[in-house]
């Protein structure tokens, strides 16, 4: 398979339907007079199990891994790195399947995703903050254990789960016009992109990007694959310090219709916007997709655009940081 396509979408929705959430779409009225002439959809990730959309990629991709094994084979070991949201997802797929699970996480992540990853049974190793540390951290890992790896975005298999989520929003929003989906490594918005593309190509898809880790937007501009430069990525949005990857890139270069980057400040007021007035404790990266459809730059991008979609994608919020920024 070169490309994840809506076979293999469809596919990943009946194999995880009975272990995920149908998680619900919402409204606001007080968000939606921020932005006249428009409706804002909220598809609530955060509900979902082990709180993000990673469960849906982690568990289609490990499901399918194992469907591929004999009875008589010794039970696989699985390894990711993560900051958190995949490392639960994979984790807790994993115990469903009786596999061990080692997850290696900056050491930089909130305290709430250590104790999650923990919670579902998976060994936790730490590592710097970069991505060159959690490249050799994984290969130690797999030296030590034999762990097979699953990549939290750049696998066909994690992709087609967390197109699942575009699948649902064509069945609970009638005449959707847009969606807006967080990018990080690129997973979620290239298996929504695929999804709603396959079903509707009028239907427009943006990707929502901090300023401080804009290397999707960076390749977007340039038609090419411009990972971060190494080192530690200072954004409030932990899920998106890191760099799409050689698998989704073609997908977002075909699919996504453009990519809006938001600033610390815009991300942080979204996020308060969201606990305010619809009672949902998002953390910041699902506030990025928020500050992005509230932005100057959407605005003026989508005038012919009513019905819009935003992916709240998690809700692992670290209550210990929350302070410095409230």
């Known amino acids: ?51 993000s959309f990673k469960i849906r990629g982690a568990l289609n991709a490990v499901s399918k891994f194992v ?3 004999a009875e008589d084979q010794k039970k696989p070991k699985v390894v990711t790195t993560s900051s958190g949201n995949f490392g639960q997802g994979l984790a807790y797929a994993a115990k469903l399947n009786s596999l061990d699970a080692y997850i290696v996480m900056p050491e930089n992540a909130p305290q709430c995703k250590f104790n999650a990853v923990k919670g579902y049974g998976a060994e936790v190793i730490t590592c710097k903050p970069t991505e060159e540390s959690r490249r050799t951290t994984v290969e130690a890992v797999q030296k030590r254990t034999g762990a097979h790896f699953f990549s939290s975005s750049q696998m066909y298999d994690v992709i087609a789960g967390q197109g699942t989520i575009g699948l649902e929003l064509l069945d609970q929003i009638r005449d959707l016009d847009a969606v807006i989906v967080p990018v990080g490594g690129g997973g979620m918005v290239a298996g929504i992109a695929v999804a709603l593309k396959s079903k509707n190509p009028a239907i427009r898809v943006f990707a929502a990007e901090p300023k401080n880790a804009d290397d999707c937007f960076r390749s977007f501009k340039s038609k090419k694959l411009i990972p971060l430069p190494p080192g530690p990525v200072d954004t409030i949005a932990d899920g998106m310090r890191v760099s799409i990857g050689e698998l989704t890139w073609p997908i977002i270069e075909k699919y996504v ?9 815009e991300i942080k007021d979204a996020t308060r916007y969201i606990w305010h007035f619809m009672k949902l404790f998002i953390e910041p ?22 019905n819009v979609a935003v992916i709240l994608c998690g809700g692992n919020v670290d209550l210990g940081s929350v302070k410095h920024w409230l």
Do not use: W, Y
């Open 1 to 51: 398979m070169e490309m994840v396509d809506l076979e293999a979408i469809e596919d990943a929705a009946k194999r995880i339907k009975v272990h995920v959430h149908l998680t619900p779409v919402m409204t606001s009225g007080m968000i939606d007079k921020m932005i006249p002439r428009r409706n804002l959809f909220f598809k609530c990730e955060l509900l979902q199990k082990t709180g």
């Open 285 to 306: 990266s699902a506030g990025v997709g928020v500050a992005a459809a509230l932005s100057q730059e959407f605005s003026q991008k989508s005038q012919d655009l009513k």
């Open 257 to 265: 219709d453009d990519v809006i980057t938001v600033t610390e400040n």
């Open 67 to 69: 469907e591929g094994i």
